[in-house]
């Protein structure tokens, strides 16, 4: 694969262009004679402002205050290399024919060749202690056509446009390889895979593996497979919903790598499918699989909340085989998931071995004591029991699971972090290991879909096989599931049955087809073995729809159900009744005009063993449509739960009123989704209330290419989650932090003590979450301003962050003043479980006059300060001044030298009281020098900084920064250009430390390509 990319690269052709650019006043975009630029290659002299080059386009930051002739340099893709400029992005989602998969055609090129774009970079760097780190970073975007083959490659190591909070509507791959070869009859496909198949009555199989996929067609016949390693694993959870809390809601593995990977999440509300996206009706953080819905998707305590996902394995590596054919009305498909058999965190030993070849379920616990060798381990045995011995001291290496309160035998000793037998059942931990064990689940499936003529046959079946325990594959679990679904559609008339049986221990790995079967019959899930049968009948006259359908379903005894069903444009009416829940909505929403008044009533009612309840939601509302830039919205209604013991009795008023709006103009787009929402909790002993407000506006003003503002604001409920964190003694040099003895506090250390331990606690009752951003870009001839403001609230922390940047002269080259003030106010929780709050200025002032065309000045200069306390107590303070020197001078060499002056002022009331007020002065002074040589730069530096603390002894949060006494440091650095597109570069950094440090060097070697 990697030498199929090689050539890929090699087959670019680039060369170097030299153009002539005449810049003139007022005018910031230039086209360039060859517009395939290559990314980092483009130079320009003589300018002073900045600059971008983007899709064949130079875009200066600033036009210049006169006209100006510059040479500009850059390499470039050989027209006679390339098609007709067409840039696609590669396919990187199955192709499998599928009415659920996701696929699209490749435009077919006429000439066989290739469109490559992207970059290679590599470093390693080498400091006292070894190879400190070695870092890559890979991205290649490939698409055309080869000997009639259609190419499309996508390799990437680097983020992208990933975004882990979840709020895009689209991801893109990161971390990931993938190629795609192609013609009109097969394709194949290789790398990073996103495996997406419709098993139909069924779902979708959706995993992502790395390994190969294969498809082929001829006529009526086509094939398709698939093999992978590493794959993902499907998971489905059911979670329990709140009255006022659209977040946080938790899914996901926590014990994997990818809890939930991105992109592979279905969630299901009330049955239906819902849409990612902070303007849609939710967002999730992928990185710890944290939900929270916008204000446009209510949330309510009789909602049904179901999500699909993958996670990434976590025990045992995991491969992933799928074969599949289709002929005519015909489809069979073969699908297998399977663990290996080794741990990836344990080798078991003979007696943890034997007790895996007999276990029967999913889990298995283990002794965890290994015999390691005389003075190799930190326990003995005396009295069939573990004694601590300490670090090589022992015979065996034991570890010990935390159980309840007195269901153990050990017990951890809080000073020394070692664990203690005290007797049966007297502990809380105990000599052993809880894992998982290696399985293998197979599926066969087969499927028939045919019409004759207004009649739809569709019949699917399923056959699984189970192997919980790959260490002990007597026990095989096998299971059968079938579904039969016909129908009748005529102009007028659609009629459909469905017939689907489930056996116990079935294995369907597909998911996304029983959320809405599980709404119907008022379950969480569908149970694993079923039968079900749904009659539907539905007729059109013209715009007005009519069904009724009915069903049955067997798991312990049967049930029925029934349902009604009619819709027009101008109304729509539902019911349906099942023994235990009977419901029904009814909407009516005419246009008249510019207005659309809206009226609704919604009814369920619940019958229980102990008692019965219900609720009432009748709603009102208006729309209006004056202009077809502008929609309004507004609607009040109200939620009445009620509880019957002997009478009908009320118990929660769940009241809303809420107005949008929505405005799509040239310079001004805006939308606001807003409301106040209370309930009153009528059972309550004293009775109970609790009311806010929701919001969701967002703002951009764009009148002209100078001025843009924008603005956003949100406002939802959640409930309060505090996390509590504990430092538990574990057995010393196992831990991940230590205690500093002279603070207290803990610090991270890989041979520590301690084991960091989180807790989340929540709430009672919802609280307010809140976020907004101000942003101002204004762009004149005598100022440039650009600012931002950002605000968080949450029920425990909240933060206000204000930055800025003032440009008065943008234009002049004679004299600008750049002035750029900063702002910060944070609540957070602390160790101790005390709040911790931070507050700081600053602001940074730079002046800079070009005196002559070889010479820039630069006068800076900055000032910081902060405040932390800690509950009321003063923690720490910080002041920093300071001014420098550092001019430009462009000769025969580039020369940067500077010269600078500082002084940091800092307390620490409440770890050193007794230093009172510290004052470290500050002055430096150094060089940059470049040299340039056709195709060789030359970088070298000095700074020589001296402290002057006013204290002997400074606290280490201070000393490691800023050690006192003269600390020289240097670099050195040559860069070359090797044929087209194609740099190295070499970076030696030297620091004398005037503390126990000393003298450290380190080397840093970089490649980097660029096509």
Do not use: C
Request: hydrophobic residues 30%; negative net charge.
């Amino acid at each position: 694969m990697n030498l199929l990319l090689l050539s890929f690269l090699l087959s670019s052709i680039l060369t170097p262009h030299e153009e002539t650019l005449v810049l003139e006043p007022g005018r910031s975009e230039y086209p360039l004679i060859y517009p395939l630029v290559v990314e980092g290659t483009f130079e320009m002299e003589s300018l002073d402002s900045g600059y971008e080059v983007k899709d064949g386009i130079l875009y200066l930051e600033a036009p210049p205050a006169e006209t100006l002739v510059v040479k500009a340099r850059y390499l470039s893709l050989e027209d006679t290399a390339i098609a007709p400029v067409r840039i696609h992005e590669p396919n990187k989602e199955s192709r499998f024919v599928s009415s659920d998969s996701s696929s699209r055609e490749i435009p077919v090129q006429t000439r066989g060749t290739l469109e490559v774009h992207g970059s290679k970079t590599f470093s390693i760097s080498v400091n006292e202690g070894g190879i400190g780190d070695i870092d890559q970073g890979l991205s290649v975007n490939v698409s055309g056509e080869l000997t009639g083959v259609d190419v499309e490659a996508y390799l990437t190591d680097e983020e992208g446009t990933f975004i882990p909070e979840g709020t895009t509507e689209r991801i893109e791959g990161f971390d990931r390889i993938a190629i795609s070869l192609s013609q009109d009859r097969w394709k194949l496909s290789m790398g990073d895979l996103d495996l997406a198949h419709s098993l139909p009555g069924y779902g979708v199989i959706q995993r992502r593996l790395q390994g190969a996929a294969g498809e082929f067609s001829l006529e009526r016949f086509g094939a398709r497979g698939a093999f992978g390693i590493d794959g993902s694993k499907q998971e489905r959870e059911v979670l329990d919903t709140e009255d006022g809390k659209q977040g946080p809601y938790y899914v996901g593995q926590r014990d994997s790598d990818q809890p939930v990977i991105p992109g592979s999440e279905r969630v299901y509300l009330d049955g239906k499918l819902l849409e990612r996206g902070i303007k849609k009706d939710y967002v999730i953080d992928y990185s710890t699989g944290e939900i929270r819905f916008t204000n446009y998707r209510r949330i309510e305590a009789n909602s049904r909340l179901e999500v699909d996902y993958t996670y990434a394995g976590t025990d045992y590596r995991s491969n992933n085989e799928l074969a599949g054919f289709n002929t005519g009305p015909f489809e069979g498909l073969f699908y297998r998931e399977a663990d290996s058999r080794t741990h990836l965190f344990h080798a078991w030993s003979g007696e943890q071995q034997a007790v895996l070849d007999t276990a029967r379920g999913t889990e298995a616990i283990l002794p965890s004591g290994r015999y390691v060798g005389e003075n190799k381990g930190s326990y003995t045995i005396e009295d069939n029991h573990y004694v601590w011995t300490g670090p090589g001291a022992g015979s065996y290496d034991v570890s010990f699971r935390r159980v309840d309160d007195a269901e153990g035998d050990y017990v951890l000793d809080p000073d020394s972090g070692f664990f203690r037998y005290i007797g049966p059942d007297s502990g809380d931990y105990r000599a052993e290991i809880l894992t998982s064990l290696p399985s293998r689940e197979e599926a066969l499936f087969l499927s028939l879909d045919e019409d004759i003529g207004a009649l739809n046959l569709s019949v699917s079946t399923i056959g699984s096989r189970r192997t919980p325990n790959l260490y002990n594959e007597t026990n095989m679990l096998f299971g059968h599931a079938h579904r039969v679904r016909t129908g009748i559609e005529t102009e007028h008339i659609q009629v459909e049955l469905d017939h689907r049986l489930q056996t116990p221990q079935v294995w369907i790995p597909a998911d996304g087809d029983d959320a809405e079967a599980a709404d119907r019959w008022n379950r969480d899930s569908l149970p694993r073995s079923f039968n079900a049968q749904s009659l539907g009948v539905t007729v059109i006259r013209e715009s007005l729809t009519l069904g009724a359908q009915g069903g049955h379903l067997w798991t312990q005894e049967h049930e029925f159900r029934t349902g009604l069903a009619s819709s027009a444009p101008f109304f729509d009416l539902s019911a349906d009744w099942l023994k235990e829940r009977q419901r029904a909505q009814a909407n009516l929403y005419p246009r008249i005009g510019i207005f659309t008044p809206l009226a609704g009533l919604g009814f369920e009612n619940y019958t229980l063993d102990t008692a019965n309840t219900r609720n009432i939601e009748p709603l009102l509302g208006l729309t209006v449509s004056p202009i077809n830039e502008l929609t309004m919205k507004t609607t009040v209604s109200r939620r009445i739960d009620q509880r019957k013991d002997e009478n009908w009795e009320d118990t929660l008023y769940y009241d809303r009123l809420g107005v949008g709006g929505n405005w799509e103009g040239d310079k001004l787009s805006s939308s606001v989704n807003t409301g106040i929402e209370r309930m009153s909790y009528l059972d309550a002993a004293e009775g109970k209330k609790w009311q806010a407000f929701y919001a969701d506006i967002y703002t951009n003003y764009t009148p002209s290419s100078r001025i843009r503002v924008y603005a956003d604001l949100s406002q939802q409920t959640t409930r309060s989650r505090t996390q509590i964190v504990e430092y538990i003694p574990v057995e010393p040099g196992t831990g991940d932090y230590a205690r500093d003895p002279e603070t207290g506090e803990y610090i991270p250390d890989e041979q520590g003590s301690y084991k960091r331990i989180v807790r989340t606690e929540e709430g009672a009752a919802p609280e307010i979450e809140r976020d907004a951003n101000l942003g101002t870009d204004l762009n004149f001839n005598l100022i440039r301003l650009w600012s931002a403001l950002s605000y968080q609230e949450s029920p425990i922390s909240n933060s206000l962050i204000a930055s800025g940047r003032i440009t008065l002269l943008p234009r002049e080259t004679i004299l600008n003043l750049i002035l750029e003030p900063s702002y910060r106010s944070q609540r957070f929780p602390s160790w101790g479980q005390t709040d911790e709050t931070l507050e700081g200025w600053g602001s940074r002032i730079e002046l800079r006059s070009r005196v002559h065309p070889d010479y820039l000045v630069r006068l800076e200069g900055s000032y910081d300060t902060e405040e932390r306390h800690r509950g009321q107590q003063p923690l720490r303070s910080r002041e920093e001044v300071s001014a420098s020197l550092a001019p430009i001078i462009n000769l025969w060499l580039r020369i940067e030298p500077q010269i600078g002056f500082g002084t940091l002022t800092a307390e620490e009331p409440f770890y050193y009281p007794e230093l009172g007020e510290i004052i470290i002065r500050r002055a430096w002074v150094g060089t940059n020098l470049e040299k340039r040589f056709e195709e060789l730069k030359l970088t070298a530096g000095a700074l020589f900084t001296q402290r002057q603390p006013n204290v002997t002894d400074l606290p280490y949060l201070i000393s490691r920064d800023d050690p006192p006494g003269l600390h020289p440091s240097w670099t050195a650095g040559a860069e070359r250009s090797i044929g087209k597109g194609l740099s190295m570069r070499l970076e030696y950094e030297g620091n004398l430390y005037p503390d126990e440090r000393g003298l450290e060097n380190s080397f840093e070697l970089s490649a980097g390509m660029y096509f």
